[in-house]
């Protein structure tokens, strides 16, 4: 018995050795899976009330509210996402259901109420404005993974800092773009984008991160467009996790009829 | 009128079931807007009126829940200064006020939903093109500049839903046939068959409509499945021809009988929508196509696709076709002197869309082609959203056609612009 065990803890140090000896690599996917998890896949679902301002460099404000519905299959896998907008009443009762797509196109849909209509919408335009916000439609539902490499910099002691390059250069804007994320409970903290001249065109920022049914949760966030000087501030409220969503919801039927909790 | 007095009833009985603090509660969340709207001919037309839009209108929009269900009441209050007669006619969407939804929605069992009442209904893939959609279109407010979601008209109908993994079904009774708001000459000229020429005021479209309640119903049937984001369905419907397709001996304008079957489906292809919808129309009255009172059966196809050109900028493009069955005995049937249809009607539709100031400022146009009428429309249009409330929107509906009795042809001095104002609240 005594042999045995031995030789198990030896080829465990073994495995151990090897394991560090590709640390970068597995370092760097390890890091950047933990953050995507952090950033989207708190809990199995979750529901959020969010308020968002949107000021241009004029001063001028527009406000939108929404319900945002979300249920994930598994940590980084396919997820559903249902926003139900408030404001401003020319989209009231709108909907738009999202079935992010891990190994495809994401299929998206909105709803116009006043047509009873639905309305499928392709996923190449990801990388628009959300509600004329300087928030993008992957901000909503997240970035895929696999859709560029990563590095791990060096990081400070509360951060690592990971920068990340598109595999397909011409499907987005940005040529680069480098996130800060927290140590201790992985929640991306700040992204900084760079056009395709090299220069910083695009902040993201976490401004307060709160546990929530103990999971770390971004409560307020901003968005800089610093060639704009456009700013998006965003507010979310009465958030919860783990309500036990159906995946009926995230289905024509609730799309053409809101159910409760995205109404109230 | 009898209808408001119909809807009163229902509420009060919801109301009863429901307890009246409910009632009272529910309707805290109002919205809607006010809008002014304008519009001109651009083309002298010695039928119509100088101008094409004069209206302002109150929506007002409420929304509740009741006991297990929600009540929605949306309700257009309209000044409309190109009418004489202000008196309301609910059907027609005719008077000072223009009820747009007054429904009970709720589920009576996990796997149904059930909505009744005053709805708008659609379904369907096509873009402005309706194949298997046989739900009420406001051709109307259409060409006449109005906001698109005054394309459809309401329908007064009971529609039941039902769920599961395997298919969904949607059925639609409405007891009543609710026939769209068609081109009667009120407002916009039309090719006249029996005058031979184009018509408006002088010659307004007298029809005999079915309307027997329950005698003259239409039942209108979907069963669809999402196959991982491939959406397929099945339609079937039962009822009659939406706007005219036939004349009585007394020599109006009649809807006759129609019973449509039809398949439509909707994926993701290129990173873009792609759809294609058929149907197929069997004039139930005329069956052999040998009487030239009654339109033929057709075959209808479409296939479309959308995608965004470059950022920002979204380009839809769509075929579209109308084969008329039992030709043969449609040509030899017809009156002498009459024109006959070509028996394919051929439609290309392009429409884009440039959004630019953070979607405050949509442009887009959308033409329609028919390379076998030889005629056009186009349609376009400018948004502004000058802040979360206030809404400016200019735009023009033109049309031109080689022959005057082809669909698009036969509204070639109906051209107009028009503009209008919006706040919501």
């Known amino acids: 018995m005594k042999i045995k065990k031995l030789l198990t803890s030896a080829a465990l140090v073994c495995f151990a050795a090897q394991l560090s000896a590709g640390t970068g690599k597995l370092a760097v996917d390890e890091v950047v899976r933990k953050a995507n998890n952090a950033a989207y896949y708190g809990g199995d679902d979750g529901r959020s009330a969010v308020r968002m301002t949107i000021k241009d460099k004029l001063g001028r404000v527009r406000e939108r509210e929404f319900t945002i519905l979300r249920k994930d299959e598994s940590d980084g896998g396919k997820q559903y996402f249902y926003v139900y907008f408030r404001k401003p009443s020319d989209v009231r009762k709108m909907v738009f259901i999202v079935w992010k797509n891990i190994d495809k196109g994401d299929d998206r849909w909105l709803y116009l109420p006043a047509l009873d209509l639905v309305k499928r919408i392709a996923a190449s335009d990801k990388r628009t404005s959300f509600a004329g916000s300087d928030y993008m439609y992957e901000d909503v539902s997240g970035r895929g993974l696999g859709e560029d490499s990563h590095e791990l910099l060096e990081g400070t002691d509360t951060r690592y800092i990971i920068n990340n390059r598109p595999k397909d250069a011409d499907a987005v804007e940005f040529s680069s773009y480098k996130v800060w994320i927290d140590k201790q409970n992985f929640v991306p903290m700040k992204t900084e984008y760079l056009d395709k001249s090299g220069e910083l065109y695009r902040t993201v920022e976490a401004l307060s991160v709160e546990n929530i049914d103990d999971i770390p949760t971004v409560v307020k966030a901003r968005v800089t467009n610093h060639i704009s000087g456009s700013v998006t501030s965003l507010e979310f409220k009465n958030i919860k996790y783990n309500i036990g969503l159906k995946k009926s919801v995230f289905t024509e039927r609730y799309l053409r009829r809101p159910p409760r909790e995205a109404r109230k | ?425």
């Not at chain 2, 200064?81 to 027609?92: I, P, T």
């Not at chain 2, 007298?206 to 069963?223: H, I, N, V």
């Not at chain 2, 009654?294 to 075959?299: D, K, M």
């Open chain 2, 1 to 425: 009128m009898k209808k408001i007095g119909f809807y009163a009833v229902a509420l009060f009985f919801t109301a009863l079931l429901t307890g009246f603090n409910a009632t009272a509660a529910a309707f805290a969340d109002i919205h809607g807007f006010v809008e002014a709207g304008a519009g001109y001919r651009t083309s002298d037309d010695p039928h119509e009126a100088g101008r094409s839009l004069s209206e302002t209108r109150l929506q007002a929009d409420l929304n509740g829940d009741m006991g297990p269900g929600s009540v929605i009441i949306k309700a257009d209050f309209l000044y409309d200064d190109m009418e004489d007669d202000h008196s309301v006619d609910l059907s027609g969407g005719e008077g000072w006020l223009d009820l747009r939804e007054f429904n009970f929605s709720f589920s009576p069992l996990d796997f149904m939903d059930l909505k009744s009442g005053r709805q708008i209904l659609t379904w369907g893939t096509g873009d402005m093109i309706f194949i298997n959609d046989m739900f009420p279109k406001d051709w109307v407010s259409f060409f006449s500049g109005r906001q698109s979601e005054y394309l459809k008209a309401p329908s007064d109908a009971l529609k039941m839903s039902f769920f599961s993994p395997l298919i969904n079904a949607d059925a639609v009774y409405t007891p009543q046939f609710d026939s769209d708001r068609y081109i009667t000459g009120e407002r916009i000229s039309y090719w006249n068959g029996t005058l031979g020429a184009i018509a408006g005021r002088n010659a307004v479209a007298l029809t005999e409509k079915p309307d027997d309640w329950f005698g003259d119903s239409e039942t209108a049937l979907r069963l669809y499945r999402n196959f991982h984001g491939v959406e397929t369905a099945l339609y079937g419907y039962e009822g009659f021809w939406k706007s005219p397709a036939g004349m009585s001996a007394g020599g109006k304008a009649v809807f006759p009988s129609l019973r449509v079957l039809g398949v439509s489906a909707r994926w993701n292809f290129l990173n873009g929508i792609a759809n294609a919808e058929a149907g197929k129309y069997d004039s139930m009255d005329d069956r052999d196509g040998d009487n030239p009172m009654i339109r033929n059966g057709e075959v209808r196809f479409l296939a479309g696709y959308e995608h965004e050109l470059m950022k920002n900028l979204m380009l839809s493009m769509q075929f579209y076709t109308e084969h008329i069955e039992d030709y043969g005995n449609y040509v030899s049937s017809l009156f002498p002197g009459v024109t006959a249809k070509d028996e394919n009607r051929r439609l290309l539709t392009m429409r884009l869309t440039k959004s630019a100031m953070k979607q405050n400022l949509v442009m887009s146009a959308f033409v329609f082609y028919s390379p076998t009428d030889k005629d056009m429309y186009l349609r376009p249009k400018v948004s502004y959203q000058a802040s979360d409330s206030l809404f400016f929107e200019t735009g023009a509906n033109i049309f031109g056609g080689e022959n005057v009795h082809t669909f698009f042809g036969q509204f070639t001095e109906n051209d107009n612009i028009y503009f209008r104002v919006k706040r919501g609240f």
